[in-house]
């Protein structure tokens, strides 16, 4: 908890009551997750990135980390949604909007960065929201139709895996450990089984193809999902003394 006061005196101090949760919030721990170690988070959150003398690469990932412990510490952003429907005989058309009323957690850890807006720290290279206003309108109020702009829309292939997106789905599907990510995806890199394209995405390598063939033709319950993550929970329910090893 004492990372977590910390965070707290940061945020009334820098930002006003108003911004913290006004409460600790904690966080249950996902399905799977063995909580051998704690939180990666900043030793002294008051440690803003703009304070510290890190390299480029060094000081990206401090940054994050350190937003992300003060911002789950914040009161949530308000907004004021606006939906609106407009009938055209059969048809209907929708228009949504969004104003932001009080920044909250978005003052340190919003959805879009916007270094043309930065200014003192802690809030240096902030990120900002981008708000959508909807003109106003009156209830059955009969509109003009100015300009209609038809486009078209192609439905996209699911997209190749980045480092990020393949460890993501190791993790939803309880595959290995966020220790085991790491040598993995070396692993697999190392024995030309992968590798990288021009948008540093993963694809399969002439080699790496023919020995998941073989695998799959020979060992399918070795490389069936399903069954790597239930081994994965037996082996916890083993260190847990909830499942006898000879059971398994």
Not at 45 to 66: A, R
Not at 141 to 170: D, G, N
Not at 209 to 231: C, D, Q, R, S, Y
């Amino acid at each position: 908890d004492q990372s977590l006061f910390s965070a707290k005196k940061f945020i009334t101090a820098n930002f006003g009551k108003e911004y913290w949760a006004g409460f600790l919030r904690r966080y249950k721990a996902k399905g799977r997750v063995q909580e051998a170690h704690e939180a990666i988070r900043p030793t002294y959150p008051d440690k803003t990135p703009e304070s510290v003398k890190l390299d480029q690469n060094q000081l990206k990932l401090y940054d994050l980390i350190w937003r992300r412990l003060i911002a789950c510490q914040m009161s949530q952003a308000i907004f004021d949604s606006t939906t609106i429907d407009i009938q055209a005989k059969n048809y209907t058309f929708r228009a949504t909007g969004q104003i932001l009323k009080f920044d909250g957690f978005l003052k340190v850890y919003p959805a879009k960065i916007d270094e043309a807006k930065t200014s003192s720290p802690p809030f240096a290279k902030a990120r900002v929201f981008e708000e959508t206003e909807l003109p106003p309108l009156e209830m059955n109020e009969v509109l003009e139709l100015i300009k209609l702009k038809p486009s078209q829309h192609f439905t996209q292939p699911p997209p190749r895996y980045t480092e990020a997106t393949l460890i993501k789905a190791l993790e939803e599907n309880g595959i290995g450990r966020p220790s085991t990510y790491a040598p993995t995806l070396s692993t697999i890199q190392e024995r030309n089984y992968i590798e990288k394209n021009e948008e540093k995405r993963f694809q399969p390598t002439e080699i790496g193809t023919v020995v998941n063939g073989l695998l799959v033709n020979h060992f399918p319950k070795i490389v069936n999902i399903k069954w790597t993550a239930e081994m994965e929970e037996d082996l916890d329910k083993i260190a847990e003394g909830k499942r006898k090893w000879g059971e398994v």
